[in-house]
């Protein structure tokens, strides 16, 4: 079963008052990484996998990419997507990406950002990512760091006074399925391993271009301390890689 709760109409309030779906990829935290490990888009033909409200492919076509196409498993996400852009070289389509097979059509970019811990088996999108690319395309995406995906809980360690201790890892060598609650309502993720995030990459092909944990920006940090606890544990993995 294919997890999609973005279409349910609680979930998805919460979610569109999100920072990062309020301010767009300014409002998204680890935004300034991924922009960094992005290669050249101009003339390139990109993919977006879990495009949400479609601001990557937006982003995409500013840097003059030639066409880009949006993939989401929700009707919501893909409607709010299609209707915050007015450009004819962006087409958004509904489907889960695990069922994406774009062989025959390669791109030169392909990114998503914090989709893949939603999905049972990388190693199965990272076979599929391969085939749908050039040769030397790239490929950059974003997860839950395995530190914050190891526990269900995935929340701080608190004193009685409520003041955050440290943030506790365990089962970290356990993958599968984790039981947790994001913007509070219970959804299914999908621990793995750095290790196994990193060979499955290569087994399917891959070169490791750069590998990048979240941190937040001085700016950022400077102006709330909740946001700069954030450098006492990473929250995000990003991960450039290219087909040879």
Known sequence: MK????DDPNFFS????????????????????????????????????????GWHCRY?????????????????????????????????????????DFSASPFDVVISSLAFHYIKSFKTIG????DSLKPEGSFVFSVEHPIFTSREEQDWYYDEQGYRLHWPVDNY??????????LNEPVTKYHRTIA???????????LIKEVKESYPT??????????????????????????K
């Open 3 to 6: 997890q999609n709760k973005y």
């Open 14 to 53: 919460a979610y569109e008052q999100m920072p990062r779906s309020v301010h767009g990829l300014e409002g998204a935290g680890e935004w300034h990484i991924l922009k960094e490990l992005l290669p050249d888009l101009k003339d390139k033909t990109v993919l977006d996998l879990g495009c949400g409200f």
């Open 60 to 100: 995409a076509r500013e840097q003059k990419a030639s066409s880009v196409t949006g993939i989401d498993i929700s009707e919501k996400m893909i409607q709010r997507a299609r209707e915050m852009t007015k450009d004819p070289s962006i087409s958004y389509i509904k489907r889960p990406i695990e069922d994406i």
């Open 127 to 130: 076979e599929k990512v391969y």
């Open 173 to 182: 060598q356990i993958e599968g399925a984790r039981e947790t609650s994001f």
């Open 196 to 206: 196994t995030y990193m060979n499955d990459l290569i087994h399917s092909g891959f």
């Open 218 to 243: 001085e700016e950022l940090a400077k102006k709330d301390p909740l946001i700069a606890d954030e450098n006492r544990r990473p929250m995000f993995l990003i991960i450039s890689a290219y087909k």
